[in-house]
């Protein structure tokens, strides 16, 4: 970790850091955005329902009127007018209520995807520290950011919500003599105007803030080119380790490789920088298989184990270049090079015969 402090941080977030941060619940969310989400929500809720809302209210209002004349004070009263309040407010304002959880959530999913990580939940004993909770709260650079963005919104939204309250007010000078049905439907209108004007501030505040997040977001998950390689070493892991198991892979597939060339029939040979071992047994095997190939050094060891053995070798230039080529250890021969390795074999074979016979 020490050795990254100081680096500078110009490059994006891997993959691995993104899905890491939003695990820990480190995601660009607007806040705005959610509140504007509820605010404009709330309202058209409340537009889509007022009838009922006012039904409601009457209902009641009308209730309790006619029984104030009825009405003794008593526990049971008591209790009764509590339990009809309570069923009232439940009911009036259940609407709104529940459609305001549901725009919130949207809202959120909307920003940040669906996502639950139990990672985020986990308390951390940091955020039990009064003193560290005090320096995040007054003396951190977020904190300072978000008071400025607060006193920024509130005074943007008061000169507007003044601008739109004084033309109302010049405009009601002239409600004098106006009747009571008149002034009702300005009242109204107005507030209407007003409401709307300040949700589309309200939207720009949110839309601003949201673009601000996201690059603020993007910003504070850079990463060092140092950061980057040792998480691709982390991930892939390290490119030595690596490259000394692929070595000792190498080194075991040559070793099991030289093991077969004593089984071989033949070998070909370039005959200086390429050797082929194969191996032709008709009962196994449908054309002659390639138990062992190299080049340059490890063509001159194949062929040094091959004399130990007593195996042939036979000397094509084109065909030990081609074997070497299109076959790999363990693979049968192609087609097109059967007839040529097939003629040398009838040769091999047939001198092996003869050795036989004359023994």
Request: aromatic residues 10%; without cysteine; positive net charge.
């Amino acid at each position: 970790m020490a050795a990254n402090e100081g680096q500078e941080k110009t490059e994006d977030a891997t993959s691995k850091k993104l899905s890491d941060s939003r695990e820990e619940g480190q995601v660009a969310k607007s806040q705005e955005m959610s509140s504007f989400a509820v605010f404009s929500g709330g309202l058209f809720i409340l537009y889509i329902f007022q009838g009922f809302i006012s039904d409601q209210i009457g209902g009641m209002t009308t209730y309790i009127f006619n029984s104030l004349d009825q009405l003794t004070l008593n526990v049971n009263i008591v209790q009764l007018y509590f339990l009809k309040a309570f069923g009232f407010f439940t009911l009036t304002m259940a609407p709104l209520l529940l459609g305001l959880m549901v725009i919130g959530f949207v809202s959120n999913v909307g920003q940040i995807g669906l996502k639950f990580s139990l990672k985020a939940l986990k308390p951390k004993a940091s955020k039990f520290n009064p003193l560290s909770g005090i320096k995040r709260i007054f003396f951190s650079s977020r904190s300072l950011v978000e008071v400025s963005k607060s006193l920024a919104k509130l005074f943007v939204i008061g000169f507007f919500t003044y601008k739109v309250l004084d033309d109302m007010v010049k405009e009601s000078t002239q409600l004098v003599d106006r009747s009571i049905v008149e002034i009702t439907t300005f009242m109204i209108d107005s507030s209407i105007t007003l409401i709307w004007k300040l949700a589309l501030v309200f939207a720009v505040i949110a839309i601003i803030d949201f673009i601000f997040q996201k690059y603020k977001h993007k910003k504070d998950l850079k990463m060092s080119k140092q950061e980057v390689k040792d998480e691709g070493k982390q991930t892939d892991g390290d490119p030595e380790v690596k490259a000394r198991i692929k070595s000792i892979q190498f080194e075991t597939a040559r070793k099991r490789m030289m093991q077969d060339v004593p089984n071989a029939d033949v070998v070909i040979t370039n005959p200086t920088h390429f050797a082929v071992a194969l191996k032709y047994d008709p009962e196994k095997f449908a054309a002659p298989k390639v138990v062992a190939k190299g080049m340059d050094t490890l063509a001159q060891r194949i062929k040094q184990i091959a004399v130990e053995n007593g195996i042939p070798l036979h000397e094509d230039v084109q065909l030990a270049r081609a074997l070497y080529k299109v076959a790999d250890v363990g693979d049968e021969i192609p087609a097109e090079l059967f007839q040529a390795v097939a003629q040398i074999l009838a040769q091999i074979f047939k001198a092996k015969s003869s050795t036989k016979g004359i023994i």
